[in-house]
């Protein structure tokens, strides 16, 4: 054992691909995601045979686009990162959808590619022809940070580390670096250097104008009906922690918008169930880190799709989004005025504030009154709305006999409350937000993302394996039309041996298609009994829990009456904690 010890110590880098995992290693990538693939077999080759598959690790996936999805849910918790893998020009349109959820997402996702040999000469007939293109990066250009071809092994070397740079550096996002397959493969005369990769961290958080703080907290101080908007924020240790410092400071009410979350649903100051109301009556309204900020703050009308009346307020936006925008894909939405606009990074940003409004605060003895009755009036309205929520969620599922949205949430959260849970999943579960005891930063992973079906699963994996030494209960709540896309991951969940809780959300249809349906139908004077037509996910239906059994999954289900949901989710609990193996359940759901 010795011996072999001392022959790993020894071991140097003998092919370009070799010097590619020395870099990996030195970073501390723990895994990396991949479907094999020819144009990357140097680096296959070097992570299994002169690395061990040791940091990284390979998780074998069906598909890119779960490769890559992985990634970015393990990216979203760990502080070590992940990387992901795609072959080729195929893989790399394959995963292509991935990356853009990344990129609407701000997740660091280092996303290695590989190509056949650039130079023509040795390209083998058809094969190398049709899978190598001319500018690889070309085809993602438009939704990552950076790119870059690497056509020697220090290129390589280097594109990995400002890769690695460029995605951890706020305003986060994906990279894509290629690898020319002859430079994996290319003998080395004498071993690459890796450089102190202390050097090559990822810059330090952009503080505000001290100036424009001042200018905001005299805004926020003076307002009468101040509100905070937080989107992202949970992205970045303490900072939800440091918004709840700021909003107990002023007795400000906080929303959570729909990135992350922000602030704890059981604060006194949480008010986003009266979101509409609140932002009507706001004279100022500080926005954190929201990246579209004109979603956030108007509304539609859902019936009919029109814009309902603009919020006449003054609004103090601070974020890095500006930073982050990109002419093909307009996923920052219409521009919002603004009055006050800050570049900053939100985790140094809000702890500056707090303090500029402490000390004008204490100059204000009238002003420190009224901020202390402000608090008492908005933790009634906290109260009243939450005790609300509640009354009507158990009145209306008092005789339920299927399962409702409702009926599955309040029913969970009992089955669950008591644990130290995650949500890692929601896809527009909306419930668990108005309903559950969300208060600590990774028990929610939210995420805006682009809308590409086929996210959930490969997502879910990741934060699960991110959360997997904390022995936390991992819940994916998963849409079956969206399961649908990328069943081949509940594979790689078998095969790793993911401890995470499936609770398929089957309500046998795309539902958000048909809702879309039934509003034109109605706009239009027609009749909506068509309205699931080309949209239900019936004749015939999906059996999940026979699908997951196939994979090797514990199966359950499905589950069609109220009765029987708790019995099977706290089955389903108990064989997770003992047996540190994935559950689905196959729950039917009627709306």
Not at 69 to 81: E, Q, T
Not at 245 to 260: K, Q
Not at 494 to 515: G, K
Request: glycine content about 6%; proline content about 5%; aromatic content about 6%.
């Amino acid at each position: 054992m010795k011996e072999n010890n001392k022959a790993e110590k020894t071991k140097r880098a003998e092919y370009g691909s070799d010097a590619v995992i020395d870099v990996m290693k030195a970073l501390d990538i723990e895994y990396v995601a991949l479907n094999p693939g020819a144009t990357f077999r140097g680096l296959h080759d070097s992570i299994v045979t002169y690395g061990g598959n040791k940091k990284p690790e390979i998780i074998l996936c069906p598909h890119e686009g779960i490769a890559i999805d992985i990634a970015h849910g393990y990216n979203l918790v760990s502080p070590k990162p992940m990387a992901a893998m795609v072959h080729n020009v195929v893989g790399l349109l394959q995963g292509s959808m991935a990356i853009f959820n990344a990129w609407v997402d701000r997740a660091p996702v280092l996303i290695i590619g590989a190509t056949g040999p650039i130079d023509t000469e040795k390209r083998r007939p058809w094969i190398d022809w049709i899978h190598t293109a001319l500018d690889q990066g070309n085809a993602v250009r438009d939704y990552t940070k950076w790119d870059n071809t690497a056509t020697s092994v220090s290129g390589a070397v280097n594109g990995i580390l400002r890769g690695y740079k460029i995605s951890n550096t706020e305003p986060k996002g994906p990279v894509y670096v290629c690898v020319d397959s002859g430079v994996q493969e290319q003998k080395l005369d004498k071993p690459e250097v890796i450089p102190d990769i202390k050097r090559y961290a990822a810059s330090t958080p952009v503080q505000a104008d001290m100036a424009a703080l001042r200018k905001a907290a005299e805004l926020l101080i003076s307002a009468n009906h101040p509100v905070i908007i937080a989107d992202y924020l949970t992205s970045k240790a303490g900072a939800m922690e440091a918004l709840v410092a700021l909003a107990e400071t002023l007795s400000v009410p906080v929303i959570n918008h729909d990135g992350r979350i922000s602030f704890p649903t059981s604060h006194p100051l949480n008010l986003t169930k009266a979101k509409e109301k609140i932002l009507a009556e706001a004279d100022v309204v500080l926005s954190l880190d929201v990246f579209d900020l004109y979603h956030a703050l108007n509304m539609v009308d859902d019936t009919t799709s029109a814009m309902k009346e603009p919020l006449k307020t003054t609004v103090i936006d601070i974020s890095l989004r500006h930073f982050a925008i990109k002419s093909w894909a307009q996923d920052y939405g219409e521009i919002q005025p603004v009055d006050l606009d800050i570049a900053a990074d939100t985790r140094v940003a809000i702890p500056a504030l707090t303090i500029i409004c402490r000390e004008m605060l204490n100059a204000l003895e009238g002003k420190r009154k009224l901020v202390r009755e402000r608090f008492d009036i908005i933790k009634k309205q906290h109260d009243d709305l939450q005790a609300l929520a509640w009354e009507n969620a158990t009145e209306n599922i008092r005789d339920e006999k299927v399962i409702s949205r409702t009926g599955l949430a309040v029913t969970l959260w009992n089955a669950i409350k008591e644990e130290d849970w995650v949500l890692i999943n929601n896809a527009r579960f909306t419930q668990p937000m108005q309903l559950w005891d969300i208060s600590r930063p990774y028990q929610y992973i939210g995420g805006r993302t682009g809308g590409g079906l086929g996210f959930g699963i490969g997502r879910a994996i990741g934060v699960t394996l991110a959360h997997k030494p904390f022995n936390r209960l991992c819940i994916n709540m998963q849409p079956d039309g969206d399961l649908l896309y990328t069943t081949g991951g509940l594979w790689t969940v078998a095969h790793q041996q993911i401890p995470m809780l499936t609770i398929m959300f089957n309500n046998r249809t795309y539902r958000n298609s048909e809702r879309h349906q039934e509003i034109v139908a109605k706009n239009r004077g027609r009749s909506t009994l068509q309205k699931g037509i080309g949209t239900e996910i019936k004749d015939p239906v999906v059996d999940f829990a026979a699908l997951a059994k196939s994979f090797g999954i514990y199966g359950l289900g499905p589950v069609e009456r109220s009765e029987d949901l708790r019995p099977t989710i706290d089955k389903a609990i108990k064989f997770i904690k003992e047996k540190k193996l994935p559950v689905l359940i196959d729950v039917v759901v009627s709306e």
